[in-house]
């Protein structure tokens, strides 16, 4: 009913129009939490997500995520 989740995220710009960024990598997004299952169906979800985007000026953003995840 527990798990263990970990991953990383790269978004790449192959069009690079005014309003985003002019580099090939854009930002890097990496999660690690916990998922525990509520029932055959759904599932809740937390952990820490780290955002960093790659721009003129650099943003790094620290999230703390809870999730409530419903399968149709």
């Not at 009913?1 to 854009?26: K, R």
């Not at 599932?43 to 790659?54: H, K, P, R, T």
């Amino acid at each position: 009913p527990l798990s263990f989740i970990l991953s990383d995220e790269l978004f790449f710009n192959l069009n690079h129009p005014n309003w985003v960024s002019y580099l090939t990598l854009s930002q890097n997004r990496m999660f690690i939490g916990l998922d525990v299952n509520l029932s055959k169906k759904s599932s809740f979800e937390f952990g820490y997500l780290n955002q960093y985007q790659f721009n003129k000026v650099d943003q790094m953003s620290n999230v703390i995520v809870f999730e409530v995840l419903t399968k149709i």
